[in-house]
């Protein structure tokens, strides 16, 4: 996960053609898991950026931890990688080479997701990289649906009261994290954001609830 959110981060749409949106809560309350995904790369921009780093964490609604997969990742065509944001991730070039190769890795991270919704904080950054790497190694992944927990926070801070930054939000809520952009880090931290976003969910509703009975 980088910090800096992508100019246009309204988080309500796919980096592709399609105009499809992030589920909302109501569409997650009976879901059964969730792969909470977060990359760590070489810039903001897929279409000249690199994956360096990928994490997957396999939750339930409760955030048991079922399963979970990371990598330091290596390019299919090193002559055409550019290293970059060390200063961010703390990924060395040596960590780079000794990574599992692109290819590999995202078939282990599509197996490890597999029954289970795309989760990530600030999706459209996920997913933006995870086509373009994917495109790189002649794979396809459909994903016709996906869960951003920067639109669920976004939806229960109507009056825009507070940051949504992953950063903001694990300290709001209470979530130790080790380390900070380090994706296996970040993607544990989005799954226990997850699970209090739909707790807080489900006290709005439940006082709602109460509020249209008593009037």
């Not at 396999?58 to 990371?70: E, K, L, R, Y």
């Not at 029954?115 to 795309?118: R, T």
């Given at each position: 996960y980088m910090s800096q959110l992508p100019s246009s981060e309204s988080s309500c749409a796919q980096p592709t053609q399609s105009t499809q949106s992030s589920l909302a809560f109501v569409d997650i309350f009976t879901s059964n898991l969730f792969a909470v995904i977060d990359f760590e790369t070489t810039g903001l921009n897929p279409a000249t950026d690199r994956i360096l780093q990928m994490a997957a964490v396999?939750?339930?609604?409760?955030?048991?931890?079922?399963?979970?997969?990371?990598t330091i990742v290596k390019p299919e065509q090193p002559s055409e990688y550019t290293h970059g944001a060390?200063?961010?991730?703390?990924i060395s070039t040596d960590d780079v080479d000794a990574g599992m190769p692109l290819g590999l890795a995202m078939r282990r991270l599509q197996d490890i997701s597999q029954?289970?919704?795309?989760t990530a904080h600030n999706a459209r950054f996920d997913l933006g990289f995870l086509h373009a790497e994917l495109a790189r190694v002649g794979q396809t992944w459909n994903i016709d649906q996906y869960v951003d927990t920067l639109f669920l926070s976004r939806s229960l801070d109507p009056n825009k009261e507070h940051s949504h930054t992953l950063t903001h939000l694990i300290d709001k809520y209470g979530i130790k994290r080790d380390t900070a952009h380090n994706a296996l880090a970040d993607a544990q931290a989005t799954a226990q954001l997850l699970v209090a976003l739909v707790a807080q969910a489900r006290q709005q509703q439940s006082q709602s609830a109460s509020s249209d009975t008593s009037e």
């Open positions: 396999v939750v339930d609604i409760t955030g048991h931890v079922v399963d979970s997969f990371d060390e200063h961010v991730h703390g029954s289970a919704l795309f």
